[in-house]
C-alpha cells in the first residue's frame, strides 16, 4: 500500500516538475527516492510532504532562489527526513537501476503528454493502407509471427520495437491491421507495470493551483522584487505643494480633530449619564423596579458611550492618519521625480 | 481593527441588551417613569444644568 502512495507521489511529481529539464527531473526525483527510503515511516512522510502540488511549489520557489541545489535541499528539508542518518546509499548496481526506474517514469509522462496532446494521429503511421512490397531479406519471413505481440511486454523490454518489425514480414495487409489498431496497451505496459491506473488515465489539465501560504511570503518576495530607485526633487513643484497643501491639510485636519472631538463629547457625556443613573439608582429610590428600570437607562448609556468613543478614536486614527498620508503620498508623486539607479 | 471593532460591538450590544432587559423588567415588576423622574429632580438641581446648557448652545448660535 505504501509503496503503491509512494510509486503514484513520484509519478504525480514528475507531472508537476516541468519546470527542470529531464536531467534535474531526475535528480529531485532520485532524491525524493532517497527520501522515502530513508523514511522510518512512509506514511507519515507522504503526510509531511502534504502532496505532490504543494512540493511542486515548494521546489519551484527554491528552484528560482538558487537553483537545483537548493531545490535539492529543499526537498530534504519538506520532508524532514535525516538523509545523514539513512542507510548506506545502495550499490551502482542497485543505483543504475533505480535511475532507470526514474527515467521510465519521466520518460512515461512525457509520452502520456504526447499521446494526449495528438490521439489519433500516431496509430495510423506504422501501417499504411497500401500493400507493402515485401523484401525477401527480412530475417523473420520464414516463421510466421504472431499478430499480438505487445500483451505481456516486461518493462526492461523496448516497447515499440515488435509493432515496427510487425509490417516487414510478408503477412497481408488485413492480419497487421489489429496491431496498430490497439497502440495503446503497449503504452501503459511500457510505461509501468506495477501501477497502471496511476498512467492511463492522462490528466491532459494540470489541477489549479491553490495557494496555501499566507501572504506575507508573497509581499515579501514583492519587496524584494521592486528595485529601490532613487528619488529627485523638483523644487519648484515643492514648494508650491507646501504652500498649498500644507494649510490646506491643516485645516483638513482641524476640521477631522473637531468632528472627533465632538464625537468623543457625544462619548463623554452617554459616559457621564450612566455613571449619574447609577448613583440616582443607589441614592434616591426607594422602589425596587425604579432602581432596576434606572440601571437598565445606565447600561444603555454606557452602551452608547463605549460604542461612540470607539468611534472617535476610530475616525481620528482612520481620517486624519489617511489625510496625513495621502498628502504625503500626493506630495511624493508630484514633487519628486524618480531616477534610475544606474 | 476588525478585532476591536468587533470587541467593542459585542461589550455593545451586550450592555444594551441587558439594559433593556433591566428597563423591561422593571417595567413588568411596577416601576414608573414618573417617579424616577420625581426622585431625579428632587436630588439633583437638573433645573440649573439645563440653564447652562441652554446658555452654552445661545452663545454659540
Known amino acids: ?342 | 481593527m476588525k478585532t476591536i471593532w468587533r470587541v467593542v460591538g459585542l461589550i455593545a450590544l451586550g450592555a444594551l441588551t441587558l439594559g433593556a432587559v433591566c428597563i423591561v423588567v422593571g417595567l413588568i415588576t411596577g416601576g414608573s417613569i414618573d417617579r424616577i423622574i420625581d426622585a431625579l429632580f428632587a436630588n439633583y438641581d437638573v433645573d440649573y444644568y439645563l440653564k447652562i446648557c441652554q446658555q452654552f448652545v445661545g452663545t454659540l448660535f
Request: overall charge negative.
Open chain 1, 1 to 342: 500500500m505504501t509503496f503503491i502512495n509512494k510509486q503514484r507521489f513520484l509519478t504525480e511529481l514528475s507531472k508537476f516538475l516541468t519546470f527542470l529539464s529531464d536531467d534535474e527531473r531526475q535528480q529531485v526525483l532520485m532524491k525524493f527516492g532517497e527520501i522515502f527510503d530513508a523514511a522510518p515511516n512512509q506514511d507519515e512522510l507522504l503526510g509531511a510532504l502534504v502532496s505532490p502540488l504543494k512540493v511542486t511549489v515548494e521546489l519551484s520557489r527554491a528552484y528560482s532562489r538558487g537553483g537545483l541545489q537548493q531545490a535539492l535541499d529543499r526537498s530534504v528539508e519538506l520532508s524532514g527526513v535525516d538523509l545523514s542518518a539513512a542507510p548506506p546509499p545502495p550499490s551502482p548496481a542497485a543505483e543504475s537501476v533505480g535511475a532507470d526506474i526514474y527515467a521510465a517514469i519521466g520518460s512515461a509522462v512525457e509520452e502520456a503528454f504526447e499521446s494526449a496532446a495528438e490521439p489519433a494521429a500516431e496509430p495510423a503511421a506504422p501501417v499504411s493502407a497500401e500493400p507493402v512490397p515485401v523484401e525477401p531479406a527480412a530475417p523473420v519471413s520464414a516463421e510466421p509471427v504472431p499478430v499480438e505481440p505487445a500483451e505481456p511486454v516486461p518493462v526492461e523490454s523496448v516497447p515499440v520495437e515488435p509493432a515496427a518489425s510487425v509490417p516487414a514480414e510478408s503477412v497481408p495487409v488485413e492480419t497487421a491491421a489489429p496491431v496498430p489498431a490497439e497502440p495503446i496497451p503497449v503504452e501503459p505496459a511500457a510505461l509501468s507495470p506495477v501501477e497502471p491506473a496511476a498512467l492511463s488515465p492522462v490528466e491532459p489539465a494540470v489541477p489549479e493551483f491553490e495557494d496555501t501560504e499566507p501572504e506575507e511570503f508573497f509581499d515579501e518576495a514583492a519587496d524584494e522584487a521592486v528595485p529601490q530607485g532613487e528619488y529627485r526633487a523638483k523644487p519648484a513643484a515643492l514648494i508650491f505643494f507646501i504652500l498649498l497643501f500644507v494649510p490646506l491639510g491643516l485645516v483638513g485636519i482641524a476640521v477631522l480633530l473637531c468632528v472627533g472631538a465632538a464625537l468623543i463629547a457625544v462619548a463623554a457625556a452617554a459616559i457621564g449619564s450612566g455613571v449619574f443613573a447609577v448613583s440616582l439608582a443607589f441614592s434616591g429610590m426607594a422602589v425596587f423596579a425604579d432602581i432596576i428600570m434606572t440601571i437598565g437607562v445606565a447600561l444603555v448609556c454606557f452602551a452608547a458611550g463605549v460604542l461612540f468613543l470607539w468611534l472617535a478614536l476610530w475616525f481620528l486614527i482612520r481620517c486624519v492618519g489617511g489625510l496625513v498620508r495621502g498628502i504625503l503620498h500626493l506630495g511624493k508623486k508630484w514633487c519628486y521625480k524618480e531616477v534610475s539607479a544606474g
